[in-house]
């Protein structure tokens, strides 16, 4: 989403006006406003509504799930599974270091402690050798995350999580669309979850997913979601529950959303090419997912070479009218996560990265605007 011009201050909103393009749009151009004017129309705008089951199953059918719950974000859709897989007080779960903060807090909010994990170099994402040297006996679960639109080493992985018995919750929330030889991620674990929100491949305005094939989970799933009701009698409240249901005009949204789905990653894979190739001859690293992923290119991201000064090129490129986002910063540097210990490739990834405009919608000219404006920053600090 863009940023937000702040009015207070005058030279902000000059640059507003100069439509810099921004990292994420989304694109509503199909079935959205009809759909969510059907919601209205026939006053289904609650959690009750026939475009739930349409957009549980769309999804369900895009990952090849045998159930999916729809939820409203990502980040619930990651703190559901775990309290229903009985996480809690005591019980450590495994997660990178460098990730989006809401796979970690969705530890913490069960009671449980996020132990975390080393990244690779070449595609940024959990280091199996690093994860089986970190299970204890008190862990439950491994959390592994597919940033960026890339996929974990899932065979690894899974290896390490069937041979020493924990449970493996797949953060897809940047992965729609992603495979791994063909099978789609948040299908390799237990349990995958996805996010909707307004910069995600698929957009509901706020909005989440959990997929799973366990007949039982997937029960339980739904169930805990909507307050621990029996799912057979009304206002029988068997176990706890939490109301972390979508409403209908999510639903309906996603599920327009979803009917677009093959053009909108097809707009993606367009982009990050024209980025790879035009950007060939510059010092930078882009993510390398690994062999037999095909990536969704949810944010194009690259590492700048060592040595830049990140911010100052983030102005400049803004100066150009380019927006970018820094990758996130790692977990254990949070004051609520600090930990002395330290993990070279995660802070090193956390670092150098900066994220690209990476909508759908990005014309030939405006990509060329930005990869302009990457190089000519690039070489006002003799970095090209
Ligand atoms: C977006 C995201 C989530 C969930 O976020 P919500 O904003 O709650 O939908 C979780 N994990 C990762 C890695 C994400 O990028």
């Given at each position: 989403m863009s940023a937000q011009a702040n009015p207070q201050k005058p030279e902000r909103r000059a640059c507003a006006a100069q439509s810099a393009i921004p990292v994420y749009r989304p694109d509503l151009s199909g079935n959205e406003r009809a759909y969510v004017l059907d919601c209205v129309d026939s006053t289904w705008i609650s959690s009750i509504g026939a475009y739930i089951g349409k957009f549980e199953a769309a999804i369900a059918g895009v990952v090849g799930a045998r159930h999916a719950a729809a939820v409203c974000n990502g980040t619930v859709a990651l703190h559901l599974p775990l309290h229903c897989m009985g996480i809690g007080p005591g019980d450590e779960v495994i997660v990178p270091a460098f990730t989006y903060i809401a796979s970690v807090n969705t530890i913490a909010q069960t009671g449980a402690t996020p132990v975390f994990a080393e990244s690779r170099a070449g595609d940024w994402l959990l280091d199996p050798p690093d994860v089986e040297r970190r299970i204890t006996p008190r862990t439950k679960a491994i959390m592994p995350v597919h940033l960026y639109g890339a996929a974990c080493d899932m065979a690894a992985i899974m290896e390490i999580a069937r041979r020493r018995g924990v449970r493996v919750l797949e953060d897809a929330a940047e992965a729609l669309g992603t495979t791994i030889h063909g099978q789609h991620v948040g299908t390799f674990g237990d349990v995958g979850s996805f996010s909707f929100f307004g910069n995600k491949t698929v957009t509901t305005g706020e909005g989440g997913m959990v997929v799973t094939d366990d007949d039982a989970l997937a029960a339980q799933l739904r169930q805990v979601k909507g307050q621990g009701q029996s799912l057979t009698r009304r206002y029988w409240h068997e176990v706890l529950g939490f109301n972390y249901r979508m409403t209908n005009i999510c639903a309906a949204i996603g599920l327009a959303q979803t009917e677009r789905l093959p053009q909108i990653l097809a707009a993606k894979r367009r982009l990050a090419s024209f980025y790879k190739e035009t950007l060939a001859s510059l010092p930078v690293t882009f993510q390398r997912p690994i062999d037999g992923v095909e990536s969704a290119d949810w944010l194009v991201s690259l590492l700048l070479p060592p040595g830049t000064d990140r911010d100052r090129l983030m102005a400049d490129m803004q100066g150009a009218g380019v927006e970018t986002r820094p990758v996130f910063y790692p977990a254990h540097h949070m004051p609520m996560y600090?930990?002395?210990?330290?993990f070279p490739v995660a802070e090193d990834i956390a670092a150098r990265g900066i994220s690209l405009p990476s909508f759908p919608a990005l014309t030939d000219d405006e990509l060329g605007r930005v990869c302009e404006a990457l190089t000519n920053a690039l070489r006002q600090q003799g970095k090209a």
């Open positions: 600090r930990s002395e210990e330290h």
